[in-house]
Structures are given as structure tokens and as C-alpha cells.
């Protein structure tokens, strides 16, 4: 695998957009609990609170919209193994003491919009096809209001929930988002494009150094553990497929690509078009392999990023492990070659 410089995280766009690209339940400037629709609950900030402390001791609950899931279930079932708790999945009475101490962590923040955070040059539509995505000089996002919902952990329906439809995308706009700040960005990173991206990503740059990690198939999650054998972090995975299983057996992480390039193999990728030719794909958020791709001693597979971190648990891979961006980043801090990696059903 390759890897090139990221295009377009500098320069400015001009902008007239607003958060509500379409339309969507309006809600309260503080974060108040929204109207729920057919499609989803509303949102419940004591529910964002404790996704928000998750996500910052590294038990990523995947996206953070305040209204829970399988993710968050997994997140507390991590966290519980990790306090030495009864293991229920559930913010249960003793759960909420042992996060109690974390409460400073609020769950929004109110930002003032910067020309950086808004930067593009974006891309809208993006072509399906993979020739097509090969000819394009970045997979970037698709839309400022992507690339803040990204940057916040979070999906661009819940900044509309937290703000409103009618909220101007322009820099000095002051908008609520999920509190993913990270406490410190004293990042030991050389490769400035690298560094640049983790930034943007509100990764912290504290993170627990990995002894080895674990892939568990029947809890759809990758652990992290650290050289007394002890649970520090743990992110949601989509793992494997009928046709491409999870690979279990032990292996090792043998080196990470920052915004890396793909090659698209047609053998390796299920359900493509008959005649598909390989393709190489240039670097983005929105490259199917994410902004890291950590390579395994397994051939063709890897740890890596994903262009949809609202499926991540929800859908199939290629037989490779898919986080979220912002998770696959922050492990990537934790991780170095040679680190163990063992997959189990």
C-alpha cells in the first residue's frame, strides 16, 4: 500500500450553507431533548453525558447522538470490565458511580466556527464507482457539515438536533456540538499531514500504550489491553462477512499508513460489478480504507478507517477490521509494530 499527502485540509470556501441541508427536527440552542421521528428516538442529553465520558477514556460508543444503541451497550460493557463492575451492559446505579467522577465532562460545548474547521475544497456527489473515485485528486467530505459532524464524533443529523436547520455554516458562527475536545494535543508526531489529521479529529494526544489487542467477534469489538493484561480501551468494529470471515488466530500489527491511498482488488471485494478493473484510490476521510490502514501479518488484511461511521457494527467488511475514523486513529497512538493481535470468535 501507498501512501500520499491528504489534499484540502487548508484554504478557505465561502460559505452560504446551513446545517439543516435537509430538513430535520429543530432543537433547543443548549442541547434540550428533541422531537423524536419514526426513524429514531429524540435525543437525551444524560444519555450524550455518558457517551461523551466514554468516548474520552477511550470506550468509544461510537457516534455520539444521545440516543444509544448497541454501540453504547458495548462502551458500557468495556468500561465495566474495566472498573471491576458487574458487567451488564447498562448505566446502571454502580456504573454512574464509578463515571460519577468524570461529570466535569460536560456533554456539549458551545464553538465558535474558525476558517480551518470550514476548510475544504469538498466534494458532492461522490462517484460510486471506484474507477471514477480513482481519477479524483482526494476522497475528501462532501460537505463542511460532514466534516464537523466527523471532527465532533457525531453524525450530521445530531449537530442539526443540537442547533437548528436554519444555523449558518460560516466562520464565527457559534454552534453546539458533542463535547469530543480532547484534554490535550501535545501530539509526538512528525509527519505534519499525519498530525494535522489527528488534530482535526480531536484524538487526544494522551493515550495508553498497547501491549496487544483483541478482535471478538461475538461482541463486535476490538480491546485493547496493556501489559498486565489489563482492559484500557475498547472501539465498536465492523468485522468479516459470509464470504470474507474474520481471519481468527493470532497475528501482528506490522506498520500503519496515515492517509493512505487503496488498491481496489475485484477478487477481494464482494458483490463488484463484473469486468471491474483494479483501481487505485486517492487518500481522504472518505477513501474506503479511512485515514489509517494498519497492517496485519494476515495478507490483504488490516485495521482501518471508514467513509461510514454511523454503520460501523451494523454492517459487513472485506474480512478486515473497520472503526470509526477518530477510534482507528486513536488507536493507531497505541499500537506499534509488532504489537499482538488476536482475533477470536
Request: aromatic content about 6%.
Amino acid at each position: 500500500m501507498r501512501t500520499r499527502t491528504i489534499i484540502g485540509l487548508t484554504g478557505l470556501i465561502a460559505t452560504t450553507a446551513v446545517l439543516g441541508m435537509a430538513r430535520a427536527p429543530q432543537a433547543d440552542a443548549q442541547g434540550a431533548p428533541t422531537t423524536a421521528t419514526k426513524s429514531q428516538p429524540a435525543l437525551d442529553r444524560s444519555t450524550m453525558h455518558v457517551q461523551v465520558i466514554l468516548d474520552k477514556l477511550a470506550f468509544g460508543p461510537g457516534v455520539i447522538d444521545g440516543r444509544g444503541g448497541e454501540s453504547l451497550k458495548a462502551a458500557l460493557r468495556g468500561f465495566q470490565e474495566s472498573r471491576g463492575l458487574t458487567v451488564t451492559g447498562k448505566p446502571d446505579a454502580e456504573t454512574m458511580r464509578a463515571l460519577y467522577p468524570y461529570r466535569q465532562w460536560r456533554p456539549t460545548k458551545t464553538i465558535t466556527l474558525t476558517p480551518s474547521m470550514l476548510a475544504g475544497p469538498y466534494l458532492n456527489p461522490i462517484p460510486k464507482d471506484y474507477e471514477e473515485q480513482a481519477k479524483l485528486p482526494a476522497l475528501g467530505y462532501r460537505s463542511p457539515l460532514e466534516k464537523l459532524a466527523e471532527m465532533f464524533h457525531t453524525t450530521p443529523q445530531t449537530l442539526v438536533d443540537l442547533n437548528s436547520r436554519e444555523t449558518m455554516l460560516s466562520a464565527g458562527t457559534k454552534v453546539v456540538v458533542p463535547n469530543a475536545l480532547p484534554t490535550s494535543r501535545n501530539y509526538t508526531i512528525d509527519d505534519a499531514t499525519w498530525r494535522s489529521t489527528v488534530d482535526m479529529l480531536n484524538v487526544d494526544a494522551t493515550q495508553p500504550a498497547a501491549d496487544h489487542i483483541v478482535v471478538d467477534k461475538s461482541e463486535g469489538v476490538l480491546k485493547v489491553y496493556d501489559a498486565q493484561n489489563t482492559l484500557v480501551a475498547q472501539f465498536s468494529a465492523t468485522m468479516g462477512s459470509a464470504k470474507f470471515p474474520l481471519p481468527l488466530g493470532t497475528w501482528t500489527i506490522k506498520g500503519a499508513a496515515y492517509n493512505p491511498d487503496w488498491n481496489f482488488d475485484p477478487d477481494l471485494i464482494a458483490n463488484t460489478k463484473p469486468g471491474a478493473k483494479e483501481a487505485v484510490l486517492p487518500p481522504g476521510p472518505n477513501n474506503p480504507v479511512g485515514v489509517v490502514w494498519l497492517d496485519l501479518s494476515k495478507p490483504h488484511y488490516g485495521i482501518h478507517g471508514t467513509a461510514e461511521p454511523q454503520n460501523i457494527g451494523r454492517s459487513e467488511s472485506n474480512g478486515c477490521i473497520r472503526l470509526t475514523n477518530w477510534d482507528v486513529a486513536r488507536l493507531a497512538l497505541m499500537v506499534k509494530p509488532g504489537t499482538k493481535a488476536v482475533f477470536q470468535a
